[in-house]
């Protein structure tokens, strides 16, 4: 029984190929029906804002699952805190003994999230990427760099938000520390139009990116969307999508960005493919390199599974964390 | 950010007055509606003749809530280990942050549960008990004498159970640990009908208490039944009750004892008293030195909730236990 702290964990599962791996991986149990995904537990705190959520999810080929546990309480600026916390428990699915506590304040979440998009982009973008256009700011949007970079060469990178201070922090970060050469985008559409990869991650509740925007060969992943009230694409952009993915169609049907197009008639749920299905090969995520492809992440519970094991085998193989027996 | 292993829980959290204290008030918030209990997160490992199960319960007046994990894996014995484990996780029903990870392994759980058959003895037993009847040898049937004797006064403890030489290691453990007499009844009728007090805590998948056994004044909890397809108390149990009590309504006519009765018609659920309405003295538990009284306890979060704040106050005021910080 490991306990594991937040900064062990972030010295031990840092965005990497092997974090894109067992995640890719998990994609690919998912997509062969080898997953099973309870329905989410949630709890809400209105009077403090704020909300719990519980995820489990189990492949059946493999020895352990985890449980996440994700709050989110929103008034904690005011408190000096961040808003989003939890932690992880890693049970074994043979015995069902807890195996390891990752008390990660909700660090793997991050990186199971850039992972998805690294799967995304590995298995739908274009061979090359002459430029790769990230919108938003925040701490998603220089992972979902990372995991653009970690699949694809990128010659250099493009990003815009609402907040040119930050736009400008990300492209200095990206250029300094990802050593690739980036510049801010005073127009979203120039961003887009000139970005054959496009990543949004942003918490916007009205579309950003337009369908008319979009070119042959174009792919765009929308990462910021999670609740049925957040919308990063036009509706147009998933009309012009030639593959429209996603990672969970039941839950993007609800809560994802495909949904508004779904809800406008734009797009027939049934042709959207679920990455799983992808990366084990049973669908095409680019059939061409001039087809327009989209692809929807919400998140689901087999990532929060598949980075939890690799932390765990992480901290084992490095022998960090504490070992406690009852 | 507080650690505590199965060893300090057991010596912070023995089954005691504040252990039954925590859970009444518990009840008492549950029966002013002041709890939020979202439905269980529940998997299923088939292969593994195993399940896991998520609850989580928050009462609006705390200032902190619980997240238990509970695993079964009933092949366990074959391995030589319990088929019961599992933790429970204390956050900030403010913030949000996780303020202590309870590696209890399915103590607590144990704890709760006899604590919930005190306040239901306490509120519904007659007022003096010559003979406390048990039904049932396990860990359990251990705790609930405890549990009665913690809120009676108890002459004589009576034991039955399908294996004597199990029936006789209670009585024992009961004259010696308890200091009060106890002895093995052979008959299950003989029990019944000699006791004013009856629990059974049992797996029984048939009833094992008749109906027809009672006589004014007896008190029945029936604790075992937490599945549709349990079952402690025959059906005419419940039709002969005069107040006929659970701890949640709803549950209780899924899968406590008493769903049978209500199947049978002999129960009209709307005559289900739950313990927290007579806790808070909404409802009375025994109207009467001669009413017949039954309760049929499932098992709710907020007992879970109720023991690990009390643990972790336990914890910080005899500062035990691990405190990290990320």
Tied chains: 1, 2.
């Excluded at 709050?71 to 807890?98: D, H, I, K, W, Y």
């Excluded at 369908?211 to 060969?217: F, I, N, Q, T």
């Excluded at 994802?256 to 749920?269: N, Q, R, T, W």
Aim: proline share 5%.
């Amino acid at each position: 029984m490991l306990v594991l702290t937040e900064s062990e964990l972030r010295r031990l599962v840092p965005f990497s190929p092997a974090a894109v791996a067992a995640v890719e991986e998990g994609f690919r149990q998912l997509g062969g029906g080898g997953v099973a995904t309870p329905p989410v537990l949630r709890l809400d705190f209105p009077e403090a804002n704020g909300e719990i959520d519980v995820k489990a999810a189990h492949a059946y080929a493999w020895d352990s699952f985890a449980v996440k546990m994700s709050t989110g309480f929103f008034s904690n600026a005011q408190r000096g805190l961040p808003s989003a916390n939890g932690l992880m428990v890693l049970f074994s699915a043979v015995t069902g003994e807890p195996l390891a506590v990752l008390l990660d304040g909700g660090y793997l979440t991050t990186v199971r999230t850039a992972a998805a998009g690294a799967v995304a982009a590995k298995w739908m973008a274009p061979a090359a990427v002459d430029t790769l256009g990230v919108v938003g700011t925040g701490l998603q949007a220089w992972f979902q760099v990372q995991a653009v970079l970690a699949v694809r060469p990128v010659q250099q990178v493009a990003v815009w938000g609402r907040d040119a201070g930050h736009a400008h922090a990300l492209a200095d970060r990206v250029a300094q520390q990802a050593g690739v050469p980036a510049h801010v985008c005073a127009g979203l559409e120039e961003l887009v139009a000139t970005s054959g990869v496009v990543v949004t991650a942003t918490p916007a509740k009205s579309p950003l990116v337009r369908g008319e925007w979009l070119s042959a060969g174009h792919h765009v992943t929308a990462i910021g969307t999670d609740a049925p009230d957040k919308q990063e694409l036009d509706v147009a952009v998933w009309a012009r999508a030639d593959v429209a993915a996603c990672d969970v169609r039941g839950q993007a049907v609800q809560m994802g960005d495909s949904h508004h197009a779904v809800a406008a008639g734009v797009l027939d749920p049934a042709r959207l493919v679920e990455l799983g299905d992808i990366v084990s090969g049973r669908q095409m995520g680019r059939p061409s390199p001039e087809a327009i492809t989209v692809c929807d992440l919400t998140g689901t519970g087999i990532q929060d599974t598949a980075i939890a094991r690799l932390a765990c085998q992480a901290a084992r193989e490095a022998g960090v964390g504490m070992d406690l027996r009852p």
